[in-house]
Each structure stands twice: as structure tokens, then as C-alpha cells.
């Protein structure tokens, strides 16, 4: 099953494909935001359609107390967008801390500032992609065998 993930921002857009045995993540794309959801669900349901994906994985901020807040709500009726431009199911999971990380795994791979703008969002789609495929399905070479 091949998984779309996608970090959701007002100006920009990060997106990430899992391989097709939904295992690993990697950084696809960013698109620029229009301003206009509709038209940014519908640009990232051609990206889908295009990269054959079967099910979309759109961050949910939350705030670390674990509430919602207007960030949230904004990612909420993006997917509810997303679900209708491109008829997939459209799963929203958590992505508290994930920009954060992406920042500073490309510090740490000294990337300059200035790609950095241009990477982190679709290095925290990635992380947001990976972390729901480790808790859905987890690595396959880290299973436990079942008991005998």
C-alpha cells in the first residue's frame, strides 16, 4: 500500500510517498500555498492520483498539552477537502514536534539555512509518514514472531 503523507501549512505544503510496501518514507515534494484550499487539496490529490497512492496522511497539530487548537481545526477541513478532491481516505495523525525534528535532522546533515526552508517541510511530512506507518505496521523486520 503506497502512503501520501502530508505536513499541511498556510504557506507551504510538504509531502512525502512511502514505498509501495508502506515501510519507509521519503521526502517528495513542497508546494507553495495558493490561499485557496480547495485548490491546494486539489493540487495535492493530482500529486496522489500521479504517485499512485492509495491512502493520504495528513499531520494534525496539536498543541503539546494535547488539545486542539485554530491550526487543527484548519487541518481538519483540509482533509475533509483532501477526502473529496481525491477519493482516498484521508488519515489525520499527530505531528506535534515534528517540524522541530526535521530542522534539526537537517542541521545535523549540515544543510544551509537557506536549503533548510526549502526541505523541512517535506522532511516533516516524512517523519509524520513514518511515524504512522511504525505504529500501524512497524518495520517488518522488527516484528516479534508470533508465539508458537
Known amino acids: ?6 505536513d499541511y501549512g498556510t504557506a507551504r505544503i510538504g509531502l512525502a510517498l512511502s514505498d509501495p510496501t508502506g515501510a519507509v518514507a521519503t521526502p517528495l515534494a513542497v508546494i507553495e500555498s ?3 484550499t480547495g485548490a491546494d487539496a486539489a493540487a495535492v490529490a493530482r500529486i ?18 494535547g488539545e486542539s487548537g485554530p491550526e487543527a481545526r484548519e487541518a481538519a477541513e483540509f482533509a ?9 481516505p484521508v488519515v489525520l495523525w499527530d505531528e506535534r ?4 525534528l526535521a530542522e534539526r535532522v537537517l542541521v545535523a546533515a549540515d544543510v544551509r539555512r537557506a536549503e533548510r526552508r526549502a ?11 513514518q511515524s504512522y506507518m511504525d505504529a500501524h505496521h512497524g518495520p517488518k523486520e522488527h516484528r516479534e514472531p508470533p508465539d508458537s
Do not use: N, Q, Y
Not at 500500500?1 to 502530508?6: P, T, Y
Not at 475533509?80 to 482516498?88: H, K, N, Q, Y
Not at 514536534?97 to 522541530?100: C, D, K, P
Open 80 to 88: 475533509r477537502l483532501l477526502r473529496e478532491a481525491s477519493g482516498l
Open 34 to 36: 495558493t490561499g485557496d
Open 119 to 129: 526541505r523541512v517541510d517535506k522532511v516533516a511530512a516524512a517523519l509524520i509518514l
Open 48 to 65: 496522489a492520483s500521479r504517485e499512485k497512492a492509495d491512502k493520504i496522511v495528513l499531520g494534525l497539530p496539536r498543541r503539546m498539552s
Open 1 to 6: 500500500m503506497r502512503l501520501l503523507g502530508v
Open 97 to 100: 514536534l515534528t517540524t522541530a
